[in-house]
C-alpha cells in the first residue's frame, strides 16, 4: 500500500510540475503561444491573473516579438502631458481599435522626474524610454527611465546619457537611441549628439558642427535621422556616421510637426491654421493635401503614424484622425474631412511628446 501510495505521489508531483511548466496543461508550448499571441492586447492585463507562467510569457520579448512575426501587434499611442493645475508630468494612453476610444492615464510616472521639462522620449520594441530634462531648481540630467509598456513597470536605468541635456531632439536608429543637441551644463551640448545602446548597455558621445541649434522637430527616415531648429536643418546619415545641412527646398517647407507614414514624409504647417503637406521626393516640392477644420485644430499639435493613419494631438489629448490613403477624396472646399477623439477629462493638458508602442 505504502509503495502504491508513494507511485501516486510521485505522478501527482510530475502532473503538478508539468501543469507549472506549461502554459496550458497538455498542450504544447508552440501551440499554446498561437493561442495566446491572438488575444486582443486590452485582454493582456486580466491574462497575466491567470498563472505566474502566464504572466512571465505575455510580459516577454519573446511574445512580443511572436505577435510582430505573425502581423498580430496592435499599436497603443502613448502621450507624455504636463497638467497645468499641477505642474505635474503624467503618461496616458490611447488604444485606437478600441470601441471607446479614449485617453486614459497609466502608471505613475517616478517621482524624480514628475516636474522635469525638455526630456527626450523613445520607443524601442515594447520600451519606452523617458531621457534627461531639467527642473526650476536642477540644471540638465543625464538620467534614462525605461517603461515597460507590457509590464507596466518603471526602472531607472544604468549607465546614464554621455552628456547632461534637456530640450534636444530624441530618435532611434539601428535598435538605438539618439539623444541630440539641445541644452546642457557644457556649452558643446547643442552640437554634440548620444548614441545610448540599451542591450549593450553602452552610450557614446560624438560632435558634429553641422547640428543645428535650437531643434524643434525631427523624424527618421530611409535609415537618417533629421532635425529642425531655428537656423535650418540638418540629417544623419546612419552609414556614414556623418551630419549635413538639408537642402533648402526641403528645409522651407518644414514648418510645422512632422511624420513619416510609409515612404511619404508629411507635415502639419500650422503657419495659418492647420493645413497637411506632403514632400515629393521625385519633383523635390512640397504637395498641399488639405486644412483641418480650424473648430477642430487650433494649436501645436504632436503626430503619430500608424498604419495609413496620421493622429493629431493637441492641447488636451484631443485628438484628430488623418486617413492619408483616401483623404484627397474626403474634402469639402479644401478642408479634410477627419474623425476625432475628443478629450476625457476636464484638467487643461499639455502634450509634450508623443509615440506609439506595438505589442
Avoid at 53 to 63: A, G, M, V, Y
Avoid at 160 to 183: H, P, Q, V, Y
Avoid at 257 to 265: E, K, Q, R, Y
Avoid at 316 to 344: A, L, Y
Amino acid at each position: 500500500m505504502e509503495r502504491i501510495v508513494h507511485e501516486s505521489t510521485n505522478e501527482c508531483a510530475d502532473q503538478s510540475k508539468e501543469t507549472q511548466t506549461s502554459l496550458i496543461s497538455g498542450v504544447p508550448d508552440d501551440i499554446s503561444n498561437l493561442f495566446l499571441a491572438r488575444v486582443p492586447r486590452s485582454h493582456h492585463m486580466a491574462m497575466k491573473c491567470v498563472s505566474r507562467r502566464w504572466r512571465d510569457f505575455i510580459s516577454s520579448d519573446d511574445f512580443c516579438d511572436y505577435r510582430n512575426k505573425f502581423n498580430l501587434a496592435e499599436s497603443w499611442i502613448y502621450a507624455l502631458c504636463r497638467h497645468n493645475t499641477c505642474g505635474r508630468v503624467f503618461l496616458h494612453v490611447l488604444n485606437p481599435s478600441s470601441s471607446r476610444r479614449s485617453w486614459r492615464r497609466v502608471h505613475e510616472i517616478p517621482p524624480h522626474i514628475t516636474f522635469r521639462d525638455g526630456m527626450g522620449f523613445a520607443v524601442l520594441g515594447k520600451r519606452l524610454f523617458v531621457l534627461g530634462g531639467c527642473g526650476w531648481v536642477e540644471g540638465a540630467s543625464d538620467d534614462v527611465y525605461c517603461y515597460d509598456a507590457a509590464m507596466n513597470t518603471w526602472l531607472h536605468l544604468q549607465p546614464s546619457l554621455s552628456t547632461k541635456r534637456c530640450f534636444f531632439a530624441c530618435e532611434t536608429l539601428d535598435g538605438k537611441i539618439m539623444a541630440i543637441g539641445g541644452l546642457g551644463v557644457n556649452s558643446k551640448a547643442p552640437q554634440t549628439w548620444d548614441i545610448y545602446d540599451p542591450v549593450t548597455k553602452a552610450c557614446v558621445s560624438c560632435s558634429d558642427a553641422n547640428i543645428v541649434r535650437d531643434i524643434e522637430d525631427s523624424f527618421v527616415k530611409d535609415g537618417k535621422v533629421y532635425v529642425r531648429g531655428g537656423a535650418g536643418a540638418a540629417v544623419y546619415d546612419g552609414l556614414s556616421g556623418v551630419w549635413n545641412r538639408v537642402e533648402d527646398d526641403m528645409a522651407s517647407g518644414w514648418l510645422g510637426p512632422a511624420v513619416v507614414v510609409g515612404d511619404d514624409l508629411y507635415v502639419l504647417d500650422q503657419s495659418f491654421g492647420a493645413a497637411l503637406t506632403m514632400w515629393c521626393k521625385e519633383t523635390r516640392v512640397w504637395i498641399r493635401i488639405g486644412k483641418l477644420s480650424q473648430l477642430v485644430m487650433t494649436q501645436q499639435c504632436r503626430l503619430v503614424a500608424m498604419g495609413s493613419n496620421i493622429f493629431v494631438i493637441g492641447k488636451d489629448c484631443s485628438t484628430v484622425v488623418i486617413d492619408v490613403e483616401n483623404v484627397r477624396k474626403k474634402t469639402v472646399n479644401g478642408v479634410m474631412v477627419c474623425s476625432s477623439i475628443p478629450k476625457t477629462w476636464d484638467d487643461t493638458i499639455d502634450v509634450i511628446c508623443c509615440k506609439s508602442i506595438a505589442i
